[in-house]
């Protein structure tokens, strides 16, 4: 079955600081594999997403991930993060095989940025 | 419509009664999913349809929970016998090819 692990449940960062979120998933096929945001009092949002191709994905807002195949891992990362930043971060992981598109999350890591 | 739209946005129920939560995709998208976001937890997987597919059931936690979806669009999931634990914010999300679009969410007070 697969599964997805996020390592940091809390993190704490002052503003222009650097930020990695780590991700790791459980599946030996084919995966697409997601990175969402939930601000506070709004609803989860589509960081970005890598299906195929270039493993250095770039989403919204500065943030970028890195499929690597070998580790099973999609880390998230933003090379300095602003006080908007704040939110729960969620790493989510989804195949086709058998005709299951579901998503499976992580845990959530909540992000506050100091200002 | 535009995006997914679920309904009530709010619902407080007393322990023990039924409730229902309804969930309107994006018109044309042929997978709806829903989900169970309790505090301090991860979104945890309750129910995949996918077209005249048979549900994916696997992730209802117990035979009080069910869900339909009727010609095709519009989903409810049904808790019966609400418990406290029962408290979280149901989401759904609907998606065509890969892409998902979640809702606002429902949150659910079992009191």
């Known amino acids: 079955a697969q599964s997805v692990s996020q390592h940091n449940h809390h993190v704490i960062l002052s503003e222009a600081a650097s930020l990695e979120l780590g991700c790791n998933y459980s599946?030996?096929?084919?995966?697409?594999l997601f990175w969402y945001v939930q601000y506070p009092g709004q609803h989860l949002q589509l960081l970005l997403k890598?299906?195929?191709?270039?493993?250095l994905v770039k989403g919204i807002k500065g943030f970028e991930a890195e499929f690597i195949k070998s580790k099973f891992s999609f880390n998230l990362r933003k090379p300095s993060v602003q006080w908007s930043d704040t939110a729960e971060y969620f790493c989510?992981?989804?195949?086709?095989?058998?005709?299951?598109?579901?998503?499976?999350f992580g845990q959530g890591t909540t992000l506050q940025v100091k200002p | 419509g535009a995006g997914v739209s679920q309904s009530p946005s709010n619902k407080v129920t007393e322990k023990g009664k039924d409730v229902e939560l309804r969930c309107d995709p994006i018109?044309?998208?042929?997978?709806l999913y829903w989900y169970r976001q309790s505090l301090g937890q991860g979104l945890e997987f309750l129910i995949y349809?996918?077209?005249?597919?048979?549900?994916?059931k696997s992730g209802l936690p117990s035979d009080r929970f069910s869900a339909e979806r009727t010609g095709g669009s519009v989903s409810t999931l049904t808790i019966q016998r609400t418990q406290q634990e029962d408290s979280a914010v149901y989401l759904c999300?609907?998606?065509?090819?890969?892409?998902?679009?979640f809702g606002s969410g429902t949150r659910l007070t079992v009191v």
């Open positions: 999300a609907s998606s065509l090819v890969g892409g998902y679009t």
């Open positions: 599946y030996g096929g084919t995966v697409n």
């Open positions: 989510a992981v989804s195949s086709f095989s058998g005709n299951t598109g579901k998503l499976i």
């Open positions: 349809f996918q077209g005249n597919s048979a549900p994916d």
């Open positions: 018109s044309g998208h042929t997978a």
């Open positions: 890598y299906f195929s191709g270039d493993p």
